[in-house]
């Protein structure tokens, strides 16, 4: 676990360095003094869990994904101990959220089901897809304003749960393969964005019916989504390396590339601030843009290679999840 402040660097003097020791591992952390400035924080977990994507949840643990082991997994921050709960036969899942209910929902490509998980008992309920909707490639899902779940299979559909209910509905993505992240909007709609399909797909998610929206730049591989406090849709632009704003209002879109030689936008969220996250594979880094100034912050991450495929977030808290590097990051502001 290592933690870094950004910002102006102070004089040798006022550094700290401290070593410390948690569940048994022993633990290099850098504490520099101005406080404030954002901080930025690894947390390891079990080797080989390749965590994929992460859930900051109400009690202040954190739930990740070890897509590797077939399990969810569970930090908590203030020990950085970690816990994994066993998914079943031939999991491999792949994003998580936390419901309206508390509880982390994950979406699982290996056993081709919706799991959730008790926050309590850590007891699991599989809702498999629907028979002849086998490999559909599970990836990411997002709670609509009514609480139904909504969910994506890279292999060309993408669906709903009604928990409730238990029901689930899969539906054919309009241009085949490639539905990836999703995300609601305030108003109410959902969007997902189509990798392989390199478009933005509306659903209207009282008739699961969805409405394409290309960007400009074409074969952009859209990956990730995420909204805004107004509406506007925010989308990682894969191939070419820009983050991309859908304005569903007048229609338009903006794009910007990322700073650096070859950027590669891998997931995007916002904050409660209305400033845009980014992971960049090629700069190995987290960055802030403002859109308001249309600049970017770069944050370097600490350990190569660190792959940081999902971003979400708290009130003042930003996490990743460190693919490459069995680790789990967090940016946290005063």
Same mark, same amino acid.
């Given at each position: 676990?290592?933690?870094?402040?950004?910002?102006?660097?102070?004089?040798?003097?006022?550094?700290?360095?401290?070593?410390?020791?948690?569940?048994?591992?022993?633990?290099?952390?850098?504490?520099?003094?101005?406080?404030?400035?954002?901080?930025?924080?690894?947390?390891?977990?079990?080797?080989?869990?390749?965590?994929?994507?992460?859930?900051?949840?109400?009690?202040?643990?954190?739930?990740?994904?070890?897509?590797?082991? $077939?399990?969810? &997994? *569970? =930090? +908590? #921050?203030?020990? !950085?101990?970690?816990?994994?709960?066993?998914?079943?036969? @031939?999991?491999? %899942?792949?994003?998580?959220?936390?419901?309206?209910?508390?509880?982390?929902?994950?979406?699982?490509?290996?056993?081709?089901?919706?799991?959730?998980?008790?926050?309590?008992?850590?007891?699991?309920?599989?809702?498999?897809?629907?028979?002849?909707?086998?490999?559909?490639?599970?990836?990411?899902?997002?709670?609509?304003?009514?609480?139904?779940?909504?969910?994506?299979?890279?292999? $060309?559909?993408? &669906? *709903? =749960? +009604? #928990?409730?209910? !238990?029901?689930?509905?899969?539906?054919?993505?309009?241009? @085949?393969?490639? %539905?990836?992240?999703?995300?609601?909007?305030?108003?109410?709609?959902?969007?997902?964005?189509?990798?392989?399909?390199?478009?933005?797909?509306?659903?209207?998610?009282?008739?699961?019916?969805?409405?394409?929206?290309?960007?400009?730049?074409?074969?952009?591989?859209?990956?990730?989504?995420?909204?805004?406090?107004?509406?506007?849709?925010?989308?990682?632009?894969?191939?070419?390396?820009?983050?991309?704003?859908?304005?569903?209002?007048?229609?338009?879109?903006?794009?910007?590339?990322?700073?650096?030689?070859?950027?590669?936008?891998?997931?995007?969220?916002?904050?409660?601030?209305?400033?845009?996250?980014?992971?960049?594979?090629?700069?190995?880094?987290?960055?802030?843009?403002?859109?308001?100034?249309?600049?970017?912050?770069?944050?370097?991450?600490?350990?190569?290679?660190?792959?940081?495929?999902?971003?979400?977030?708290?009130?003042?808290?930003?996490?990743?999840?460190?693919?490459?590097?069995?680790?789990?990051?967090?940016?946290?502001?005063?």
């Amino acid at each position: 676990m290592g933690r870094k402040r950004f910002g102006p660097k102070p004089p040798l003097s006022r550094l700290a360095f401290v070593g410390l020791v948690i569940s048994g591992i022993a633990v290099a952390a850098v504490a520099w003094s101005f406080a404030e400035e954002p901080s930025l924080r690894e947390y390891r977990v079990p080797a080989g869990s390749h965590p994929h994507d992460v859930a900051p949840a109400p009690d202040g643990t954190v739930w990740y994904t070890a897509q590797n082991a $077939g399990a969810l &997994g *569970r =930090l +908590d #921050p203030a020990t !950085g101990g970690t816990r994994h709960i066993p998914l079943g036969p @031939g999991s491999s %899942p792949h994003g998580v959220v936390v419901g309206p209910d508390g509880a982390p929902w994950v979406t699982d490509s290996g056993r081709n089901a919706i799991i959730r998980v008790d926050p309590s008992t850590e007891k699991i309920s599989v809702h498999p897809l629907p028979k002849g909707r086998g490999d559909a490639n599970l990836n990411t899902a997002a709670f609509d304003g009514r609480g139904v779940l909504w969910f994506t299979g890279q292999n $060309g559909v993408y &669906g *709903r =749960l +009604d #928990p409730p209910a !238990g029901r689930i509905d899969v539906f054919d993505a309009p241009r @085949g393969r490639g %539905p990836y992240g999703i995300a609601a909007a305030p108003d109410g709609n959902v969007y997902y964005a189509s990798l392989a399909g390199n478009h933005v797909a509306r659903i209207d998610t009282a008739t699961g019916a969805v409405t394409v929206i290309d960007p400009p730049t074409s074969r952009q591989g859209a990956r990730r989504v995420w909204s805004d406090s107004k509406g506007r849709i925010w989308v990682s632009e894969w191939n070419t390396g820009k983050i991309g704003a859908y304005d569903p209002g007048p229609g338009k879109w903006r794009e910007w590339r990322l700073p650096g030689d070859s950027p590669q936008a891998y997931a995007v969220y916002v904050d409660e601030t209305d400033r845009i996250w980014v992971s960049d594979f090629g700069a190995n880094a987290l960055l802030r843009f403002d859109p308001d100034r249309e600049t970017f912050q770069t944050y370097p991450l600490p350990s190569k290679g660190a792959r940081v495929r999902q971003l979400l977030g708290r009130k003042g808290e930003v996490w990743g999840a460190e693919s490459g590097t069995d680790k789990l990051v967090v940016i946290r502001f005063p």
